[in-house]
């Protein structure tokens, strides 16, 4: 079995709905995605899954000099951030792309998906 890193990709900017146009579209993909959860859990895949707060609330910690630098905000100024992610544990690369497809459409996201080194 093989872990793989499942990232949802959606802008930066959110409205009070989050990345949903409306209140029924986000419940509704909060529904799917938490039964695509259940799924994950069912056939043994789930190792562990979260959503992120907007990029806006992180700190970057640079601590190669003396003394560690924190910087408000995330590290790279771009249109799009992580929103959340899967960590599953699959057999192989076409199980992880066939639940990216599945976490995607749950979730109404680009779904990136990257397999650990192995070396942890």
Do not use: Q
Request: charged letters at 25%; hydrophobic letters at 45%; glycine letters at 12%.
């Amino acid at each position: 079995m093989a872990h793989y890193l499942l990232s949802v990709h959606g802008p930066a900017e959110r409205t009070e709905f989050g990345d949903y146009g409306s209140r029924e579209a986000m419940e509704e993909a909060f529904a799917a995605t938490g039964a695509f959860n259940e799924e994950l859990k069912s056939s043994g895949y789930w190792v562990f899954a979260g959503g992120l707060e907007p990029a806006a609330t992180a700190t970057v910690v640079d601590g190669r000099g003396d003394a560690p630098v924190m910087t408000d905000g995330p590290y790279l100024e771009t249109k799009e951030v992580i929103g959340g992610f899967w960590v599953v544990d699959v057999p192989d690369l076409d199980v992880a792309l066939a639940l990216a497809a599945a976490g995607s459409k749950a979730c109404r996201g680009k779904v990136e998906v990257r397999p650990f080194d192995g070396l942890a």
